[in-house]
């Protein structure tokens, strides 16, 4: 019970930590659309031309397929906490 006590507000100051708000949302976008004009800009694509468009648009196809492969990893990655793997996927079942 003690260590429930202490357990359960860091938690919660965890879960609250996790959260952000749409301004921090829209300043990370503002940040990364920076770095990438940035990056466009350094491989010698001029500003408002087809060609920075489409490094623009590659560089957050790049961004978007190691999400999802970040994503697919963590999901297929056994929980230490579940030690048979995914529920229903067990030797049990």
């Not at 770095?35 to 491989?43: F, G, K, P, R, V």
């Not at 920075?52 to 790049?62: G, P, S, T």
């Amino acid at each position: 019970m003690k260590h429930l006590k202490t357990l359960l507000p860091a938690l919660f100051l965890l879960a609250l930590a996790a959260c952000v708000s749409p301004e921090e949302q829209a300043a990370a976008a503002a940040a990364q659309r920076q770095a990438d004009e940035a990056e466009c800009s350094l491989l010698g694509f001029q500003p408002k031309t087809e060609a920075f468009a489409n490094c623009m648009l590659k560089l957050q196809e790049i961004r978007a397929t190691e999400d999802n492969t970040d994503q697919l990893r963590r999901a297929n990655t056994p929980s230490p906490f579940w030690p048979y793997g995914r529920p229903g996927y067990g030797p049990y079942w």
